[in-house]
């Protein structure tokens, strides 16, 4: 049996883990220092912007288009396996664009969209004022509707996955810190923790922000800096039309519906200082309030129940998502650094690492 370890059970970590479960000839271990789903998994919206980003080639419109398929069969597959309701929203994503050089740029997309294969729709403001009375759409010059692409709830969703990975035989070591990480002489690696070790043939370091002092032990440098991101909570009357209750965005704020009238906005994009520090500005976050009122003027009427914040961790200096084998240490492998995307590209990444981890001649 070949041992992996996996370092970190965000939902990168558990992902991972429960596409692994299904590769035969592997045991697998997932170790984690908080006792639950907590750190930037537990603070997200979820919202999985897929067809309707920007980008259109190359590894990043890829890891988008894998995760946005695999998401549609991977949320009931869980729901089976965990006799569970994971809160999906299937009804897409719509994006207010009153620049007119964000709306030429959005027309362009939908060419692009639908040699791809997907739709991709571009809505008139009358359009917007007929689907969705409850937004303000004096100042839209249109919207651009992704009924593709999905929200989902990362919470929910990344304890189902730990629950589903377990069914299958996978092993979960809670509120287990990292001390040392070792090379041992025989190509295996040894994770030690305050009161434990364990041996591994593969290692997965999954553990966010947390990934840098992983590498570090085996002299491997790694420049991730947090970024933090404030929301905030409302709950009240369903706006708008109940049928029909698509994630909204604008200028970067989001807008999620939930379920009976509760809703998330967000989020604060907040930078470390000079000395790497990061504190929740509220001017910031008045700042995402006022936007969202200002496209959707019923949230003023409903009643915040929740304000939370979370850092996200994103790579200095190169491409975010870190996927890749830690430099001279072949059998230990990055999965980290995914900066605002971690929900949205957790599938793709399972399925990028899959066929160098599994055991030579096994197949999925």
């Not at 006799?83 to 664009?97: A, F, K, S, T, V």
């Amino acid at each position: 049996m070949t041992q992996i370890l996996i370092i970190g059970a965000g939902v990168i970590g558990a992902t991972i883990a429960y596409e692994l479960s299904s590769v035969a000839e592997v045991e697998i271990t997932v170790i984690d220092r908080t006792p639950g789903v907590q750190g930037c998994t537990s603070a997200a919206l979820g919202v999985l912007m897929g067809c309707i980003s920007q980008k259109t080639k190359g590894r990043a419109w890829q890891m988008r288009q894998t995760s946005i398929r695999r998401y549609d069969t991977l949320i009931p597959e869980l729901e089976a396996l965990c006799e569970r309701e994971i809160p999906y929203n299937r009804q897409g994503i719509l994006m207010l664009c009153s620049d007119e050089k964000q709306w030429q740029q959005k027309q362009k997309l939908a060419e692009t969209r639908q040699k791809q294969g997907w739709d991709l729709q571009l809505w008139s403001r009358e359009t917007l004022q007929e689907r969705c009375p409850h937004l303000m759409v004096e100042g839209c010059l249109g919207a651009v509707y992704s009924p593709q692409d999905r929200q989902v709830h990362p919470q929910i969703l990344t304890e189902c996955l730990i629950q589903a990975a377990q069914l299958r035989g996978v092993r979960f070591e809670f509120g287990e810190e990292v001390v040392n990480l070792v090379a041992e002489d025989d190509g295996g690696y040894t994770v030690q923790t305050a009161s434990q070790a364990w041996q591994g043939d593969r290692v997965i370091i999954a553990a966010g922000l947390g990934s840098p002092f992983l590498a570090q032990y085996l002299q491997s440098p790694l420049d991730i800096r947090p970024v933090l991101g404030q929301a905030i909570a409302y709950e009240g009357e369903i706006l708008g039309d109940p049928e029909f209750q698509p994630v909204i965005t604008s200028g970067d704020v989001h807008l999620v519906p939930l379920e009976a009238g509760r809703y998330w906005v967000g989020a604060t994009v907040e930078f470390p200082d000079e000395e790497g520090e990061v504190m929740a500005d509220e001017q910031l976050l008045n700042g995402v309030i006022e936007a969202a009122i200002g496209f959707c003027p019923g949230l003023q009427h409903l009643n915040i129940t929740q304000q939370w914040s979370g850092l996200r961790p994103r790579p200095h200096n190169q491409p975010a998502p870190i996927i890749r084998q830690l430099p001279g240490h072949e059998q230990v492998w990055l999965a980290t650094g995914h900066y605002r995307n971690g929900v949205l590209l957790a599938p793709a990444t399972a399925q990028i690492l899959i066929p160098f981890l599994q055991p030579q001649g096994v197949k999925l």
